[in-house]
T-cell receptor, first 113, second 113 residues
């Protein structure tokens, strides 16, 4: 069965410094993996997705994630944090059964001026 | 532009009342999903549908029902609202396939008093 673990419930960075949000997954098959972002009182927006093509995936707003099969990881990074990046981030794995998603618990990103 | 909408955006009801939350998408997606989001639990799947007349239970389906009479709509009904069902509810849709991301609505905040 597929599962996903976000290793940090809260990450705090200063504006202009790098962001690293960690995610490990468990899957019996080659998974589809996603990162979603949720700003306060908003719905979820797709940041990026991995579907067995390039292992380094680029998303919106300067975010990217690298799929590492040997480490079963899919960490999200951004070189330089912006105040507008403050939000909750969800790592998600797709169940092979026709598109069901399995969500991590979320990582809240705070960005200090 | 295609979109997914939810109504109402906010609802306050009393214990024991029947409540229906609407979800409407214009993506022409086959798959539709209902989630609830609670602090400490991330997003949990309530019900989902892979097409007209198809409905399936998710991990937290007790006390909820759905019906799918057309492609665009998947209303969620709380048969007899309970305080434990106070939550934020998200509807999502996707194309068929485990590779496709889900598109989320803006959410409905439901309070059961």
């Amino acid at each position: 069965a597929q599962s996903v673990t976000q290793l940090d419930s809260h990450v705090s960075v200063s504006e202009g410094t790098p962001v690293l949000l960690r995610c490990n997954y468990s899957s019996s098959y080659s998974p589809s993996l996603f990162w979603y972002v949720q700003h306060p009182n908003k719905g979820l927006q797709l940041l990026l997705k991995y579907t067995s093509a390039a292992t380094l995936v680029k998303g919106i707003n300067g975010f990217e994630a690298e799929f590492k099969k040997s480490e079963t990881s899919f960490h999200l990074t951004k070189p330089s944090a912006h105040m507008s990046d403050a939000a909750e981030y969800f790592c998600v794995v797709s169940d092979l059964t026709r598109g069901k998603l399995i969500f991590g618990q979320g990582t809240e990103l705070s960005v200090k001026p | 532009d295609a979109e997914i909408t939810q109504s109402p955006r906010h609802k306050i009801t009393e214990t024991g009342r029947q409540v229906t939350l609407a979800c409407h998408q214009t993506w022409n997606h086959n798959n539709m999903f209902w989630y609830r989001q609670d602090l400490g639990h991330g997003l949990r799947l309530i019900h989902y549908s892979y097409g007209v007349q198809d409905t399936n239970k998710g991990e937290v389906s007790d006390g909820y029902s759905v019906s799918r009479s057309n492609t665009e709509d998947l209303p969620l009904t709380l048969e007899s609202a309970a305080s434990s069902q106070t939550s934020v509810y998200f509807c999502a849709s996707s194309y068929t396939s485990s590779y496709n991301e889900q598109f989320f609505g803006p959410g409905t905040r439901l309070t059961v008093l």
